[in-house]
């Protein structure tokens, strides 16, 4: 279809469209605007080389412009491998190649485990089930760039060996979720390795799932699909945040949910996860369930993407996408290779579905570049010191100062020494004059200890910046811990968060044995210890938790009824009352 500039009405008295001189003498024809010609979505392609015929359980990871299929067993003759395919793209053609060539010592033959793409350039293989149908926990990392195998030394408590578990990386460390332990026993914990360290962490309970997928959004670990215990799917979508370790459970129920028939393959792309559905294999289906949905993990809300047509051309076995990636790969079989699974390669551009990896926001951290890089030094323009007399000047830009301190602004407008001498000292340590202005720019605490945060607390205050104390307050009061709670307790006070300050009293009262011999709280300033001292209760004693437990035991004893002690009586009244109740049944 192309689309024309001509005013086909120009000639009975409409409006004519102006011309715009290109340059030609007045003989010349205008000239046109490029056409816009629409176009098929695209077809699918036979892959040539090596065949992978009817192999199943393996692991697909995107990498670059390729696929990388590692493991697997055959369909028909349960042989389980452990040999590395590549899919490579050249001139629109797709090639299958069996890598043979790999140093290093290859991981067992396995089928249903996990792979996992870190650092862009090392693949990470956990778990899956040994061609003696026995459950692996095993790591071992394939360097892309060397082509090289190797088994690290891990330590730490080495998890329960599992199958079609989900396995993501973020920040270094790899998060293995759900999977079959046993033909009958779902694992629900996460289990973490710390792929700097090689160190097993300890397991988190979470999710009872598996054929599952799981990904980080936001700092939170969000799973989504594959089948409970029961053997039955839904669309619940769960998701733990790591700061309090609490699960939630969404049930999202809209009319424009995917259909739960049919294969499922999904995968995040910026704040959507994509939700790819094809017809079910080997199965005539009256009206096709296929389709391209996303769930807005913003606002959790559903929304049907189309384009279920265009996967009636064959049998779509498998899925392959990179995490925010903006196109998917999906493999099959065509009528005349229904034992090639992989002979058919449909690459789908998920932007013609309306979805984009739109990446987060970076201002701020683009701003924070102006204090360390060269350049943004250079253009500084003025320049705050901290209470340390030796400690280096921090450069910093007046209009960045301006857009976001009020107190800044009111200093230059009052033209205080300040506004002439470009020059402002606050009175505290570097470090924690640095975090200021750093906040300042980058509008974010993230980075900095609770140590920090609870100085920066102060000088909100002083400052009157209800952002920056809100933030501050929030992760104390969230990371509250036996080291840190004198100090939160004491620039609570100071700032006037009377909210905060009494929960961290009542976490010192609390944890008073373990507190009272922190640093922290023998550093307390005098009066800060009279204050603490002045909230105790005048009743309050010390004692021990098992004494309380004992005291708690002699009151359960004390308050028991006497029906449990014994007693004619009483065995008397539940004769009675036995006999009311046969009456009643007769």
Known sequence: MVWSSVNARANHGSPRLALVSNGHNGSSPPAQPAPIVTKKYAQPFRATGDTLACLVGASMTVVGQSVLVFGGFHQYTDDVYNDMYQLTVHNGRYKWTNLLYIKGIRPSKRNDHSAALWQGNKLVIFGGSSDDEVYCNDVSVLDLTTMTWHQPEIHGQLPMGRMKHSSTIHNDKLYISGGKLSSSHFSDTIDILDLKKWVWLPSIPFVRRCQHITFFHRNRLYLYGGLAEKMDRSHNISFINFDTYQVTELQVHAPETPSLAGQHFAQVCGDDLVVVVTNPIKQVVSESTAGVWSLDLTSMTWRRRGGGARFDAGQWYYFAMAEHDTSFYLFGTSEEE?????????????????????????????????????????????????????????????????????????LIQSGMAESVSMHLKIPESYDVVHAFVTFLYADSIDQFDIDLVSDLLVIANIYLLPRLLALCARRMHAHMDIGNVS????????????????????????????????????????????????????????????????????????????????????????????????????
Request: hydrophobic share 35%.
């Open 338 to 410: 229904s034992e090639e699974y992989y002979s058919q390669v449909l690459k789908v551009d998920l932007q013609e579905h309306g979805i984009f990896a739109v990446p987060p926001p970076q201002m701020g951290s683009d701003l924070v570049l102006m204090l360390t890089s060269d350049a943004g030094r250079q253009l500084a323009d003025f320049y705050i010191t901290s209470g340390e007399d030796q400690a280096p000047p921090i450069h910093v830009h007046r209009l960045v100062l301006l857009a976001r301190w009020p107190h800044f602004e009111n």
């Open 487 to 586: 100090k939160i307790y004491h620039c609570a006070g100071v700032a006037s968060q009377r909210g905060l300050q009494q929960t961290a009293l009542n976490y010192m009262f609390e944890h008073y044995g373990d507190v009272s011999r922190t640093i922290g709280f023998r550093n307390l300033p005098k009066e800060v210890l009279l204050d603490f001292w002045d909230h105790t209760p005048s009743n309050a004693i010390i004692t021990t938790k098992d004494m309380m437990q004992v005291d708690r035991l002699e009151e359960t004893e004390d308050t028991a009824p006497t029906s449990y002690a014994g007693g004619g009586e009483d065995e008397d009244d539940e004769d009675e009352e036995q006999d009311d109740d046969d009456e009643i049944i007769n």
